[in-house]
């Protein structure tokens, strides 16, 4: 009964689905077209890797796609505005870590439940970018798009950062007290209180990281793109739960892991565009398809966890 | 060792421990006994840390103890063994062990857990309870019993110096209890002192030097274990003599078949094949993990079946779900009341009405017609005698145990049934509370209704039931009718092929 | 008892109801323009679709669910109507049988999408929340696709106009709410499924052991949630006069607060329709008092969510003071 959910479904969908596109295409299967999806899906997984720890607790945040929002408007608009371009970076990751420091306050000192906590401060936080910005789109300076296409002893920076994002956190999760202690409480709350762990400690700390890595992903994902439009990060918090189940993530918390499992859901998600922009799909069936495997993807794990009828 | 002085508890104008003085020696093992709300699980919060008690001192290793939180308790070095096991079946047993202080690598700033120290330590604590399995095996993977062996030996890594068992054994089967009895000898070889706590008077009287008795918040005896009979210890909890604990039946079963089941495979394995006539009380015993739980959960269509026929009043039935078999009058009654019995956070009246509702609905329009219903409820309500003070507003979990139980009692028998399939009804209930009960069954059964007793405790069977079947390793392996009834015989067929 | 005793004790198992109440003096005494007719009719046509789209979702919620396709639905449903009643498409000519056409047709989307749900969360067993995600997913993309991101204009002039048409003096949509939430108020409050609705939703293994028809219930809901945001989606195309694929894109988040500020609980089992509705009142006071002030949209949009924090803040209170009392 109590098994870890493998990620091979998702992995085995994967390649089906990269089999499926190069025949398809030539233009899908070589080293470029790959490198290409990875430098896409570095905003994601990012994203995403901070959301598992957040799921793992059997907690959620939907506040990632504000802060991505927010973190890029504000050292967006504090670039524009003249402060030099290495200011960026810290001043968005703040902005992460105290959206996140709220979530984590709201949920531990005023038992808040996390669906609602972060459906308040994704309220907040697009309002504020949406205030900062004036509602228009931000462009950034020229300096800025060379963050997304800088490459570092031949690889570029957004794959260099999403790898150590993800290495890191994912050693969190696998060899560090706290990583195991999270899997504690996602299991049982009360628990973990009597076993003797900080659990108010710990969630805030989840909430912190997931604010951070909202930030970070942010930040790789506006490189990339030069210009923060409006709508920039809508919906971002789903794509990002997405990713952490069809990796095996459990929304009931206890369960997961960012490798295999949230880095292949991220990829399977992004392959899906990659390949449907490749082959000369219809834009507007993108999201059609995206869902639909997502759909049997989930569909495929409720079948292997439940047997018998409650 | 440990020393009780005049303690007392009060919340508000209730008083619910009363000037208890008691003493547990070194080395020494302390049965607590007394039915449930009679103060036991104050008592063990005020060692624990829980609450302060509001009159007396504690006297802990020779010092005042005050604890103010549980983990001040911990480290003076009284460990607790709850009934209710605080492990996480998503980790392994070593990371369960060490789940508060795993042990660390040198360098990363002290933070990556060392997987050799942690595995070693984790063997190491696991032999000394006589557990083989590799301490990476996940929790969720053992049985009750090896879950109970690594809670003590989680306790065990502390160094305790006293340890509380709080009703340790209600999960366990025969073989695990007794193991886990064994273990207990063990430890006051090494000069441990406990507190043992249990329903189960056999078991408290096989392990503890002394036993003390508790009843409404007042200690009321305690006495050498030795020259403490289990009637004067009942007399004693109760309040008087239970002379007659378990009713005699007016009516005796008659000859036409209410249920009959054949080939009725719930494992896989075995095909069981048995029948309940009217008015009969037919026993199940077995061993916990026998399958008789999973037999009938699978009749009752809550688990998975996988093959059988089931006639019901000569009629066969074809959808083995618990809605259509209320519908014929046969009902279940769960053992895990909180996780499947009661709505927690409703009233009374709605945790009673629940199942018999689609009886009430008019027949003009499809409402329900409440009048009804919250008249019906309250005549139940009073029949099972549930103490209650309000059915409207009045959560259900506020109740007790054995209260909570006649709730659900009561919500059956709103549905009218003729067949009571009652998983361990008495389970974890206290003994005024079981009489109450077995005095609703024998009147159900009188006004022609027929039980399936499924319970681990043979006495209630041998003194309920007019037939009693043993299972073992999920097969029937014996049936015995009430002139025949043997309690080593049956215990026999019920352990036999466990041994070989 | 007294009046003022009811009403005192009402007040404090109906904290929203007070807060509401509150909030609509303050704004009357403070706003300028407030309590005017044309802004009054202004609330009422802003109410009316959020309060039948958050009744939907209090159903869902209650079975401990959730609904995020309702947007899918309410564009879809709009997309729908738009082709059966238009006489730019021409599927029907716009005569009174292509208006009947097109509610029907509007309402069988909310049927048909709200049965996808349903059988996914009760049959298939898959969890509510990444169920309706991907309904919301597969039919956004939907609407968006087949109508190649068009909208659909000439609407015939009898749905058009049907929101401003009075009856009794009052306006057709206010029969519509009414009807809604007292149909959903009985079923809720009066039938075996309303009974049925709170108990799964406070623990599904005690219902289905006492015999609760549980897929029938949780598919219920869905289908009461779709079909409730296709009757919001009808007042939105007739008063926008467009069938439009990204119609309500915004409005989830509204409705989802609306029942949280009510105080239903997402953990199901605990909430009610009178709670949601005041809820969703307070959500539409918000958006038109802050506007009237002249705050901006996305100004509006913060103070909703510090209200939405505030309010789970004063639940959380609320429910410690009444356990330890």
Known sequence: MIKRLSPYSTVILLVLVMLLFSSLSDGFLNGRNFMNILIQVSGLAIVAAGMTLVLITAGIDLSVGSIMFLAGVVSGKIVVGGAPLWLALPIALLVGVAVGWVNGIAVVRFKIVPFIVTLATLYMGRGFGLYISETRAVNLPESFLAIGTFKLLGIPLPIVIMVLVLVVLHLVLTKTTFGRQLYAIGNDKRKSVKAGIPVNKLLIKVYLISGLCAAIGGFVAIAQLGAISPSFGNQSEFMAIAAAVLGGTSLFGGKGGIFPGTFIGALLIQTIQNGLVIINADPYLYPLITASLIFVIVLIDSREKFGSHV | MLKLHHIGKSFGPVEVLKDITLEVKTGETLGLVGENGAGKSTMMNILGGIFAPTTGKIEFNGQAFEPVEVSESQQSGIAFIHQELNLFPNLSIKENLFISAFPKKQGFFNTIIDQKSLSSQASALLAEVGLSVSPSTLIGKLTNGQQQLVEIAKALNGRPKLIIFDEPTTALSQQETDRLLQLINSLKEKHISMIFISHNLDEVKSIADHIAVIRDGALIRMQEAEIYSKKEIIRDMVGRDLDQFFPIRSTHPTESVS??????????????????REKEVLGLYGLV???????????????????????????????????????????????????????AFKSIRKNVQLAALPRFIQRFGGWLDYRSIKREVSSKVKATRVKYQDLEIQPVSELSGGNQQKVLLSRWLMTNPSLLILDEPTKGIDIGAREEIYQLINQLVEQGSCVLLISSEIEELLGMCDRIMVMNQGALTAEFNRSEFDQSAILKHALKAAHD | MTIVDNIRTYLVKNPIVGVCLLYYLLMALMVPGFFSANNSWNLVYNFIPLLILAVGQTFVILTAGIDLSITSIIAVSSVVGGYLMSSDVGLVDGSKWSMLLGIGGMLSVGVIIGLINGISVAKLKMPAFMVTLTSLMFFSGFAIWITQSQNIYNLPALLVDAPYHSFLGLP????????????????????????????????????????????????????????????????????????????????LLDVIGAVIIGGTSLFGGRGKLQWTAAGALLMTMLDNSLNLVGMSFFLIMMVKGAIILLTALYNQLGSKSLTHA
């Open chain 3, 172 to 251: 057709l949509p206010v029969y519509l709410a009414v009807l809604v939430f007292t149909s959903c108020y009985l079923l809720l409050n009066k039938t075996l499924l309303g009974e049925w609705v709170y108990a799964v939703g406070t623990n599904i293994k005690t219902s289905w052991i006492s015999g609760i028809n549980i897929p029938l219930t949780l598919v219920s809901v869905y289908v009461i949630s779709g079909v409730c945001a296709s009757l919001a989606s009808l007042i939105y195309t007739a008063r926008l006069e467009t069938g439009s694929p990204v119609m309500g894109q915004n409005v």
């Open chain 2, 259 to 276: 249920l009959e089941i054949q080939d009725l495979n719930a494992d896989g394995k075995n095909d069981l094949s048995f029948s309940i």
């Open chain 2, 289 to 343: 993990g026998a399958g008789r739980s999973e037999m009938a959960r699978g009749l009752y269509g809550m688990e998975k079946l996988y093959g059988g026929q089931v006639r019901w009043k000569g009629a066969q039935m074809h959808k083995l779900t618990p809605q259509n078999w209320i519908r014929h009058g046969v009902v279940y009654l769960t053992e895990d009341r909180r996780e499947e019995g009661i709505l």
